[in-house]
């Protein structure tokens, strides 16, 4: 702030000795009219400079909230992706109506998977073989697509 009031200083001091250097008649007339323009833009040039800071700050906050929404929207494509995955290959099997629910986590850009649950309350079977180790083929299809641990994976009837 000081050096910004010594430059005000440094050219009114300046307008003097122009003032007093340069003869009168219309010379005199276009340099002071120079003169006076050069020092509206010194002055206004901290006020450009605040503008020029504000505006940045809004770009980059506005592009990092673009950048959060679309990173949160691509990893929940890939969970939704991985979740039709899995109850594509059940229904291929013969195990319809379950619901897939992964849960996971962004940290630091990246996609962690946290958890699957699994609700067979509705569950329909047309494959009586499968009907004895369902658990045991589900958790394995999990498994399989996501790289899940048995320890993550809950079921619900």
Do not use: W
């Amino acid at each position: 702030m000081s050096g910004y009031i010594l430059t005000i200083l440094g050219i009114v001091l300046a307008g003097i000795l122009i003032d007093i250097i340069v003869p009168t008649g219309k010379i005199n007339k276009y340099i002071k009219s120079i003169f006076a323009i050069f020092v509206v833009a010194v002055i206004l040039m901290p006020v450009v400079k605040f503008i020029a800071k504000s505006d940045e700050i809004t770009i980059n906050y506005t592009d990092y909230e673009i950048e959060q929404n679309l990173m949160d929207y691509i990893f929940s494509s890939r969970v939704n992706a991985y979740e039709n995955e899995i109850i594509e290959v059940l229904e291929n099997n013969g195990l319809s109506n379950i619901d897939i629910k992964i849960n996971y986590s962004i940290n630091s850009n990246e996609l962690s998977l946290n958890s699957c649950e699994v609700n067979l309350k509705n569950m329909t079977s047309s494959n009586i073989e499968m009907h004895n180790n369902r658990y045991e083929f589900i958790a394995e299809t999990i498994k399989e697509i996501t790289n899940l641990t048995d320890e993550v994976i809950i079921f619900y009837e």
